[in-house]
């Protein structure tokens, strides 16, 4: 069992930065490839970034390439979102969310699909203004 808390979502202006952060619990967290996953209000949940077990990995959504980054560190049990340059459009909770790619090596980032996430967080909201 993994419980994923976010943290550091907020009101922020357009062209702004805001570093999200997901905290794991238990000692398997290595063991995880991780997603983040947005929902903006009245649209589903859509994909924003995957990475990999070993950080080394990482797979964007074209809507957030250039300004979004992941990292994560195994040590801390933390996976974070690097939010950069961000717009109006970016409003909405954010979620992260782990699958399990023990038997998938070490470079298999997190997969685009709602589908293949075992664990969720509960979501934190980012709100940007213009």
């Known amino acids: 069992q993994v419980q994923l808390v976010e943290s550091g979502g907020g009101m922020v202006q357009a062209g702004d930065s805001l570093r999200l952060s997901c905290a794991a619990s238990?000692?398997?967290?290595?063991?995880?490839?991780m997603g983040w996953f947005r929902q903006a209000p009245g649209k589903a949940r859509e994909f924003v970034l995957g990475i990999s077990r070993n950080g080394f990995s990482v797979r964007y959504a074209d809507s957030v390439k250039g300004r979004f980054t992941v990292s994560r560190d195994n040590a801390k049990n933390t996976v974070y979102l690097q939010m950069n340059s961000l717009k109006v459009e970016d409003t909405a909770v954010y979620y992260c969310?782990?699958?399990?790619?023990?038997?998938?090596?070490?470079?298999?980032?997190?997969?685009?699909?709602?589908?293949?996430?075992?664990?969720w967080g509960q979501g934190t909201q980012v709100t940007v203004s213009s």
């Open positions: 238990g000692r398997t967290f290595s063991s995880y490839a």
């Open positions: 969310a782990a699958t399990d790619a023990t038997t998938k090596g070490t470079y298999y980032s997190g997969p685009p699909l709602e589908t293949e996430y075992d664990y």
